[in-house]
């Protein structure tokens, strides 16, 4: 009695761990299914808007270039905090020195303007889902052919686990989950790819 007990226990122990890791895999099928059928009380749930749209809008206004670290704490490192604010203090006096002496010079392009809101469409969330990264905006399903594309977890810990979704054209897509409760996941941040991170050409085989 007590042996069957004991592997009754180890047996419930499993499951519960299995269902545990697989929880945010499952978060991420909720929120493609939720995409889909435009259910944005579901996404409210499942999704920390605030939080994605702001690493979203960091990540599109970055560009190519990337994201850099963040600028030094006038608390922790006040040297480095001064010489940042007058390094930008410098960089602004130049270019407008610049601009006065040599008006005919090129100017700097302005930066473009993006809505980040429209990545948080149900329509363009999925498109994210389905990796198509910057494309997300205009992403359609009817032109999407195939298999939707599974994710894969790359990190797991008891608070956060991030999964990713490779287009073999744009790269890896990166979903970070964040633990609210036993078993409830959030979705609170979305990596786009990088061109670091994009798919290389194979070369072929001499």
């Known amino acids: 009695m007590s042996r069957n007990f004991g592997l ?10 299995g269902l545990f890791y697989a929880a945010p895999i499952i978060s991420f099928y909720d929120v493609r299914s939720a995409c889909k ?14 939080s994605v749209r702001t690493s979203l ?36 006096v130049g270019k407008a020195f610049n601009e006065l002496v040599n008006p005919n010079a090129p100017k700097t392009p302005p930066k473009p303007v993006i809505d980040v809101n429209s990545y948080l469409t149900p329509r363009a969330l999925l498109g994210l889902t389905y990796g198509a990264a910057k494309d997300a905006n205009t992403f359609d399903l009817s032109q999407f052919e195939g298999k939707p594309p599974a994710p894969k977890t790359t990190f797991f810990s008891l608070e ?42 194979e070369t072929p085989a001499r």
């Open 8 to 17: 009754i226990l180890l047996l419930v122990i499993a499951v519960a761990a």
């Open 37 to 50: 059928s435009q259910d944005i009380e579901s996404l409210a749930k499942l999704i920390n808007f605030d």
């Open 57 to 92: 809008r960091a990540q599109l206004l970055a560009g190519d270039a990337g994201l850099a670290a963040p600028a030094p704490s006038a608390l922790n490192d006040p040297v480095g905090a001064t010489g940042s604010a007058f390094k930008g203090v410098a960089e602004s």
């Open 160 to 201: 956060r686990a991030r999964l990713t979704v490779t287009d073999d054209t744009r790269g890896a897509t990166t979903f970070t989950f964040e633990r609210h409760g036993l078993t409830h996941w959030q979705l609170v941040h979305i990596g786009l790819p990088t061109p670091d991170m994009e798919p290389k050409p």
